[in-house]
């Protein structure tokens, strides 16, 4: 099992970012994918949540209206839009994928920074 994120960097205030998570190794369709972020020193948070048929997105208050979930299926692949970013934002991300019975996995995280 694999999950691999990219796409985090140093971005100005007000910019945007997309965080891309290559899945593998698991059917992941039949996982609710998830986007956590972690600041120093805090605990882990979750950002957003899809799930496996991307019907249904959930997000932390924190973001809602600013980011963005979703999933391809077909390429094993999901995303997080993040849009009008605030110094607050900043954080290690980190894709999950989780199903009942079965437990999370985890990838190893991307960081983004967002500072003037």
């Known amino acids: 099992v694999q999950l691999v994120e990219s796409g985090g960097g140093l971005v100005q205030p007000g910019g945007s970012l997309r965080l891309s998570c290559a899945a593998s190794?698991?059917?992941?369709?039949?996982?609710?994918m998830r986007w956590y972020h972690q600041a120093p020193g805090k605990e882990r948070v979750l950002v957003a949540a899809?799930?496996?048929?991307?019907?249904?997105?959930n997000y932390a208050d924190s973001v809602k209206g600013r980011f963005t979930i979703s999933r391809d299926n077909a390429k094993n692949t999901v995303s997080l839009q993040m849009n009008s970013l605030k110094p607050e934002d900043t954080a290690v991300y980190y894709c999950?994928?989780?199903?009942?019975?079965?437990?999370?996995?985890w990838g190893q995280g991307t960081q983004v920074t967002v500072s003037s």
């Open positions: 899809i799930t496996g048929a991307g019907g249904n997105t």
């Open positions: 999950n994928a989780w199903r009942p019975l079965r437990g999370d996995y």
């Open positions: 190794g698991f059917t992941f369709s039949s996982y609710v």
